[in-house]
């Protein structure tokens, strides 16, 4: 397969990854990084297809962000559940709309996991996190993330 045709199929993982739950980024690099050939390739735009579907959960959540204040204001009174979320919301919220938290939360999120990438894409979205820069940290972090996963395997 040649490099152009191995970007494009990792970059389409990528996206599919990042808002699909069910596939598996992680599995495609180490994969990726068996076959050998142009492993950096396929490791750079797995972390850009990674990253433009994170973009689409982070303005997803930015647009809706409105619509969801309103949702839980309504709903902060009915029962524990709403209760429990809000509690654990604005925490989460102020975290992130702080620069200096904000990305090094997202690059840690993007390299290790935790706190998963898909809920920090989200609360970034609404925290008011610069688009750009989420992008960056998120990026880098799941290019160090996936370099680790395939250079084992490259190596190999």
């Known amino acids: ?12 993982y990528g996206v599919a990854s990042a808002l699909v739950p069910v596939v598996n980024a992680e599995a495609y690099a180490v994969i990726a990084g ?3 050939g142009h492993a950096l390739v396929a490791v750079v735009a797995l972390a850009l ?3 433009v579907g994170k ?6 959540a930015r647009r809706g962000s409105g619509r969801l204040a309103r949702t839980l204001a309504q709903r902060r009174g009915s029962g524990r559940a709403a209760g429990r979320a809000a509690r654990w919301t604005e925490p989460i919220r102020r975290w992130l709309s702080r620069r200096r938290t904000a990305l090094p ?20 979205g609404t925290a008011g996190l610069r688009r750009w820069e989420f992008a960056v ?3 880098s972090g799941r290019v160090i993330r996936f370099g680790l996963l ?6 190999a």
């Open 1 to 12: 397969m040649s490099s152009l045709a191995e970007a494009a199929l990792a970059l389409g």
């Open 34 to 36: 068996h076959r050998g």
């Open 49 to 51: 297809g990674q990253t």
């Open 55 to 60: 973009l689409l959960l982070f303005e997803s």
């Open 105 to 124: 939360t997202v690059l840690v999120s993007a390299a290790v996991g935790v706190p998963p990438l898909a809920v920090v894409s989200l609360a970034a």
């Open 137 to 139: 940290a998120c990026l």
């Open 150 to 155: 395939v250079l084992p395997a490259a190596l």
